[in-house]
């Protein structure tokens, strides 16, 4: 009864260990944003606000599920805390390479887009925006490579090419 016993602790110390190993390949929302954070209040000026950035990272975002597609970086490469009003909420991004974007959402869903705003640019409309942390990828179809960037947040509408 013993050795049986010991060989479902082992058993289940083996799966936690694989679940806790795995889960260190997916994106950490705990991390600091690598190319900043801000605060945005509905009627928020300028608008659009701009932050140059570079995309890309070594994880599959297609792991994520919800169409994610591309390559990107574990910890997010920008984070915005938003407080809605009666517009939408636009978040695009515009670079010379193809880009993808992830977004978690304050509801802790991943939302994504690869070419919605034109020339290979994406971009994503929030109709009824909630309020709280988004945390915002940019990502590309190479592991290896890693493209600058422009991300764009607005309520005023997609910027894309």
Same mark, same amino acid.
């Given at each position: 009864m013993k050795n049986l016993m010991n060989k479902k602790i082992t058993t289940l110390i083996t799966l936690f260990t694989i679940f806790l190993g795995s889960?260190?390949?997916?994106? #950490?929302i705990s991390l600091e944003a690598t190319y900043g954070t801000i605060n945005l209040d509905a009627g928020f000026t300028p608008d659009p606000m701009?932050?140059?950035?570079k995309s890309g990272g070594s994880i599959d975002a297609s792991s994520l599920g919800n169409?994610?597609?591309?390559?990107i970086a574990d910890a997010p490469d920008f984070q915005f805390t938003f407080s809605p009003g009666l517009l939408s909420l636009w978040v695009s991004v515009i670079s010379s390479a193809d880009t993808t974007l992830v977004? #978690?959402?304050p509801?802790?869903?991943w939302i994504c887009d690869d070419d919605s705003g034109g020339n290979l640019d994406p971009s994503i409309n929030f109709k009824d925006p909630a309020s709280g942390v988004y945390d915002v990828w940019i990502g590309t179809y190479s592991s290896t490579s890693i493209y600058d960037a422009t991300l764009?947040?607005?309520?005023l509408g997609q910027y894309g090419n």
């Open positions: 889960s260190s390949f997916s994106q #950490n701009t932050y140059k950035v169409s994610c597609a591309g390559y977004i #978690n959402t509801s802790g869903s764009y947040i607005s309520e």
